[in-house]
C-alpha cells in the first residue's frame, strides 16, 4: 500500500486543484512550481524530482496528462539549456588566465594559456560551428567579389586597349583613303 502524507493540494489533470491526501512522491501544485524552478534552474529532470521529493514517472505522467505543464515545462528547459550555454561559455572564459613567468612548458610570458577540458571545446565548437561556417562563406562571397573586380578591371583594361588599337587603325585606314 502506497505511503500517504498529509492533505494537500493535489493536482489534478493539470487544471483544477482537489484537496485530498497525496501519495509520497505525488504531484502537488507546490512541488510543480519548485520542480519547474529548479529544472530552468538546472535542465536536470531527475535531480529537479529529487530536489522537491517528486518521482520522475509521476512528473513526466503528470507532463502527458497537462498541456500546460508541458508548455511550462519546455519553457523551462529552454531557460535551463540557456544557462549551461552561459555556464559553459563563463567556465571556457574563466579558465583562459595569463602564463605567470618561469611556468614550466608555457614559455615564459608567453601570454594567455588554455585550461579548458576536451569537452568543453568540442562543446565549444560545436555552439559556434554555423557562425563560423557563415562567416567563412561571408568571406569568401568577399574574396570571390574581389576576383571577380580584378578580372572585370582586367578585361576591362584589355578591351580599353584593343579599343584604342582599332580606333588608330581605322584612322589610319581613314588617312590612307583620304
Not at 37 to 64: M, P, W
Not at 146 to 170: F, I, T, V
Amino acid at each position: 500500500m502506497a505511503k500517504v502524507v498529509a492533505q494537500e493540494q493535489a493536482v489534478v489533470a493539470g487544471e483544477i486543484a482537489q484537496v485530498r491526501r497525496v501519495r509520497a512522491g505525488g504531484v502537488t501544485k507546490t512541488k510543480v512550481e519548485k520542480f519547474l524552478a529548479e529544472l530552468a534552474r538546472t535542465c536536470n529532470v531527475t535531480a529537479s524530482c529529487q530536489k522537491v521529493g517528486l518521482g520522475t514517472t509521476a512528473i513526466y505522467a503528470h507532463r502527458r496528462k497537462s498541456p500546460a505543464f508541458a508548455s511550462a515545462w519546455e519553457e523551462a528547459i529552454r531557460e535551463g539549456y540557456g544557462r549551461l550555454e552561459l555556464m559553459l561559455l563563463e567556465s571556457a572564459m574563466a579558465s583562459y588566465e595569463p602564463a605567470e613567468e618561469g611556468d614550466a612548458g608555457s614559455g615564459a610570458g608567453t601570454g594567455a594559456r588554455p585550461k579548458v577540458s576536451e569537452q568543453s571545446i568540442l562543446r565549444l565548437l560545436q555552439l559556434h560551428r554555423q557562425q563560423v561556417a557563415a562567416l567563412r562563406a561571408a568571406d569568401g562571397a568577399r574574396a570571390e567579389a574581389g576576383a571577380e573586380a580584378a578580372h572585370q578591371a582586367e578585361w576591362g583594361s584589355a578591351r580599353a586597349e584593343l579599343e584604342a588599337r582599332l580606333l588608330a587603325m581605322h584612322e589610319r585606314l581613314a588617312d590612307d583613303e583620304g
